[in-house]
């Protein structure tokens, strides 16, 4: 089995275990999964085909931490996230509006 598969199975078993935990995680993480390369890919890829009046939807968004870099990242962006884990939910940060 792919390590990847294995890390992945690891991490569902923990945010299914330990929700709080999970939470914390994902923050603890979210710089090396939203790194340099991360952002050179959106603005390459996704950037270019944003509306005159960007919206982004983040169905999942865990603690909301990509929601509020995207805001910071693009002014007048509207950025959603739907998150209906209340761990996910009592884990996020302030956000711009």
Known sequence: MPDSVTKTREMLAL????????AQMMRDGFARRYDDNFWQFWQQWIEPVYSTQPLVLDLGTGPALFIGALGQR????RAIGVECATYMLDAVAQLPT
């Not at 945010?15 to 999970?22: A, E, L, M, P």
């Open 15 to 22: 945010h299914h275990r330990d929700g709080v935990q999970f």
């Open 74 to 77: 693009t002014p007048g962006i």
